[in-house]
C-alpha cells in the first residue's frame, strides 16, 4: 500500500466511525455501535453492486490489521487507568465468580443444546470447539460500551470489566487445552499447568512491579523529564505489558489493561506534561484515533452474504440465544448486596476478540468448516449489537456513581 | 512482522528516541539530535559485533516506515497548527527570496566544485542531478529544531519555515525537471509548466477553502459533537491534506503543513473537547508518539561504514561544505529591517526527506552510484547534526517573542 493510500483511508476511516458514531448518538445508541455498522456497510458495499478497489485493500492491508490491534490495546489501556489496582482486587471476588459461571453456563448449555442444530451434528470434538467460542467475553466491546456510557467507574462496570479480562484468560486456557484435545486426541495436563502457571505469574509480577518497583522508577525519570518523557513512560508501558502478555501466552489487550491499572496519575505529579495533562487526557488523543479503526476492521470483516442460507441462520441464531442465556446466568451467582446482577449479566454478553480467535484457530484445525464460521461471527456481532442498548436501558435504573467523560 | 513483535520494537524505538533526547537535553543540545544519535548507533550496531535480528527488522519494516512517515506529517501539522495562514503570508516574501535564493546559491556553488571531488567527475547529467539533492531545506528537521528551542513563532523561525516548505516545492519541480532531462535527454517544458500549476492551484485552493468553507462546515459539525469531534476533523483534515498533496505531486509533509495553518482553535469553540484541549495539546500527544519513529529511523538507515574510503569522506566534505554555505548565503538577500539574516541562513541548512528521496531516485535512474548514495546522506546527516547547536547559538542573541512550548 502506498502512503497515499494509507492517508486516504485513514482519513475515510475516521471520518466513516464518527458519522457512524454521530448517527447513533443522534438515536441514543452508544457509538460503538455505528461504528462497527459503518464497517459492516463499508464491508459488504459490493452487494449494493459497487466493488470499490480501496475497501478491498483495507481489508487485507497489514498495516490496518496492525493499527486495530493497537486500537483494542490503547482501549484497554484508558480503561486499566480509569480504574486502579485496588478497585481491581476489591471487585476480585465477584469478578471471579461472574467469570467462571460466565464460561461453564454457556459452554454447557450450547453442548446440550447442540441436538437442535439444523445440520449435520459432527463429532464431540466439534461441539466442544463450538462450545468453547462463546466462554469468553469480549473486554474490547465491554470496555467501550461501558464508556460511551460513563460507567466504567461503576461496581457494575468494574465487576464486568474484571470478569471480562478472567474469562479472557480462562477462554485462552481453554483453547489451549481443546486444541491439544484435538490434536493429540488427549488432554496434555502438564501444558495447561504451565499455562496457568504463566498467566498467575504475568498478573502477579505485574501487581507487585506496580506497586513496588515502577513508582520508584517513574519517580527517578522525572528528574530527567523537561517535556514528553510523561507520554513516552506511559505507552511503552503499555506496549512493554502487552508484548509479555503474550510472550506467556495471554493475549496482549490483558497485559495492557494490568498496565492502566498499574499507572497512576500519582507517579507524574512532578512531571512537565503533568501541567497540562492527566493521564486520561494524554493517552485518550492517541485512543479515540486508533480505537475506531479496530471497531471499523472488525465491521468490515463481516460477511452478509453467508447468512443468505436459512440453516445457517437458524443455526447462528440457536448459538446466539444460548450464548447470551449462558452469560445472563452468570450474574446470578454474586452474593455480595447492592449489586444489579442484570446488568452485570448483560454487560458479560459481547464475545468478541477471543471467539473470532478460536474460530480462526478452528479453521485451521479443521474443526470448523465455513457455515460453523458464518455462525461463530454472527454470534458475536449479534452480542455485540445487542448489548448496547440493553445494558443502557438497565443502567437507567441503577444511580450513576460518576459523571459521563 | 507479529503484532508482539511490533508492540516490543515500538516500545524500544520510544524508549530508546527518549534517552537519546534526554542525554541530549543534558547536554544543552536539542532533544532531536538525541534520536538521530539513538538511531545512529542500534542501526550500526554490527560495527560492535552485535547482530541483533530485531534491529534488522525494524529497518526493513513497512509498518515501521509508514509510521515513520505519519510522524513527519503529524509534525508538519503540528507546526502548522502553530501558525496561522495570515502570518505565513506576511513572512511570503521574504520567505520566497530566502527560497529561490537557498535553492540556486547551493546548486551553482557545486556545480562549480565539482572539479574538486576526489574521483572520478562523471557527466554533466550526474553534476547536475548531485547538485540539485543539495537545494531542498529539510522542513521536518527545521521544524523539529525551532520547536525544540522554542522559537517556531519567531519572525526568523517564520521565514525559515515558510522558506523551507516553498523549497520542498521547488526541490520537487526540479527533480522532475532533472529526472525528464535525464530520461528523455532534454527538459520537457510542458512538464514543468503542469507540475507548477498545480503547485500553485493546491496551495492557492487549500488557502481559499481553509478562509471560505472550512470554518462553517466545522462549525456545522460542531452541532453533532457529542466528544471526539474535534479530533476526528483534525485528524481527517491533515490525513486528507497530505493525501492530495501526494496526489498533485507535492510531498504528503506540504499538505500537513497547510491543513496545520488553516485550522485554528477559534474554529472548534463550541466543541466538546475544546473545554478541556486546544488544538495544539490534542494534536500533540498523538506527534509526540510518532513523530521520533521519524527520526530514530533516519538515524538507523545510516550506514556508518561506508566512510571507511578517505575519498569517500574527502568528496563528501566537499558537498557538505558546499551545501552549508549554499544556505548560508540565502539569508543575505532578505530587504526588511530588523531580521537576524545570518540565524535565517542557518536555519536553512539541514537537508532532509527530499534530498534523501532525490538520492533513491537518482539510484534508480543509473545517475547516483554507491560512492555518491553515501556521500548525499552524509551530507544530509552533517548538515543535520550541526544546525541545532548552531541556530541554538545565533538564537540566543536575538529577543524571544514567545515563551517555549
Known sequence: MTLATFLLLFALVIIGARVGGVICERLGIPAVVGELVAGIV??????????????QQLKTSEIFHTLSEVGVILLLFMVGLEGNLRQFVKTGRPALVVACAGVVAPFLLIILGWKFMPFDHGNIHQQIFLAATATATSVGITARVLKD???????????????????DVLGLIILAVVSALIKQGQIDLMGVIWITAKAVLFLGGTALAGNLLLPRFIYISGRFDSGGLMGAIAFSMCFLCAWLADVVGL????????????????????????????????????????????????????NLSAFASLA?????????????VGKLISGIFIKRPG??????????IPRGEVGLI?????????????????????????TTLITPPLLQWRLKNIPMPQKPL
Open 339 to 348: 449489586i444489579d446482577k442484570l446488568a452485570v449479566g448483560l454487560g458479560m
Open 358 to 382: 478460536f474460530a480462526a484457530i478452528g479453521s485451521s484445525l479443521g474443526v470448523v468448516d465455513g457455515n460453523e464460521y458464518a455462525m461463530i461471527v454472527f454470534m458475536v456481532l449479534a
Open 149 to 167: 456510557l460513563g460507567r466504567v467507574g461503576s461496581t457494575e462496570g468494574q465487576i464486568i470489566l474484571g470478569a471480562a479480562v478472567i474469562d
Open 251 to 302: 493475549a496482549p489487550i490483558v497485559g495492557a489493561f494490568a498496565a492502566g491499572l498499574i499507572l497512576d496519575d500519582v507517579h507524574f505529579k512532578q512531571f512537565h506534561d503533568a501541567r497540562s495533562y492527566s493521564l486520561e487526557q494524554l493517552v485518550k488523543p492517541v485512543a479515540e484515533l486508533f480505537v475506531p479503526v479496530f471497531f471499523v476492521l472488525m465491521g468490515i470483516g463481516v
Open 42 to 55: 463499508v464491508g459488504n458495499i459490493s452487494i449494493f453492486g459497487f466493488h470499490v478497489d480501496l475497501v
Open 312 to 324: 445457517i441462520v437458524k443455526g447462528a441464531l440457536i448459538l446466539t440465544v444460548l450464548a447470551v
